[in-house]
């Protein structure tokens, strides 16, 4: 069964440097979405993606943060300057029509 | 926009006995409240969900139901299994197109105790 994948599972990183967490959705699917989870808390929608551009953002998704689909497969999301704050587990998720499928996370580790 | 909240926070059952857990919604336009079980450190799966133009969907030992009307919708798990212990989120979307973003609960972490 296709799953969503993505990479790196863990990342470790200085206050103030910029990351890039990798997802590969579904080949078929159309639509995709980042959310993140702040260690025992509920999870928390980020943005949507859809025809190469955003169709909906959270007030979480500032200036700091940015998504793109670089080629075909790919689907990134950069935290431009990183915050303590942003310590979570993000999680990508695509669907073709209503059930979202999640991939295994990154956990980022904002040092 | 929407609001999901979802009660209790933990429960703890005896195995084979039934589980309950209950959300509310705020936005009447949503019509679409999947139900993921989360293990620890690992992904949200789906297990069940339901679309407005139904009451109750049932899939072996898990069934949900929903009021529209009183806007809430719970998931029901009998003949509970050690395995069954994790974290159940409940949320909520308008998908009136596959695009909309889901609305989570807080989440209901559940102990089966063998």
């Known amino acids: 069964e296709p799953e969503v994948t993505q990479t790196p599972s863990h990342q470790v990183t200085q206050m103030g440097q910029e990351v890039i967490l990798r997802c590969v959705p579904i080949?078929?699917?159309?639509?995709f979405y980042w959310y993140r989870q702040i260690l025992g808390q509920k999870v928390e929608f980020l943005v949507s993606?859809?025809?190469?551009?955003?169709?909906?953002k959270s007030e979480i998704f500032d200036d700091q943060f940015s998504v793109e689909r670089p080629d075909g497969s790919n689907f990134t999301l950069k935290i431009r300057s990183t915050k303590l704050e942003d310590s979570a587990m993000y999680f990508c998720?695509?669907?073709?029509?209503?059930?979202?499928?999640f991939g295994p996370g990154t956990r980022l580790t904002v040092l | 926009g929407e609001n999901v909240e979802q009660h209790p926070s933990t429960l703890s059952v005896q195995e084979g006995d039934s589980a309950v857990i209950k959300c509310t919604y705020s936005?009447?336009?949503?019509?679409?409240f999947p139900w993921y079980k989360q293990e620890l450190g690992k992904r949200p799966q789906l297990i069940i969900d339901?679309?407005?133009?139904?009451g109750e969907k049932k899939d072996q030992r898990i069934a949900v139901t929903l009021n529209k009307t009183a806007k809430h919708f719970s998931l029901h798990i009998t003949e509970t299994q050690p395995e069954d212990s994790a974290v159940y989120f409940c949320?909520?979307?308008?998908?009136?197109?596959?695009?909309?973003?889901?609305?989570f609960g807080g989440g209901t972490r559940l102990m089966v105790k063998p």
């Open positions: 949320a909520a979307t308008s998908n009136n197109n596959a695009g909309n973003m889901l609305t």
């Open positions: 080949s078929n699917h159309l639509y």
């Open positions: 998720a695509s669907t073709a029509d209503n059930e979202q499928f």
């Open positions: 339901i679309r407005s133009n139904v």
């Open positions: 936005d009447s336009a949503s019509n679409y």
């Open positions: 993606f859809y025809n190469n551009e955003i169709s909906e």
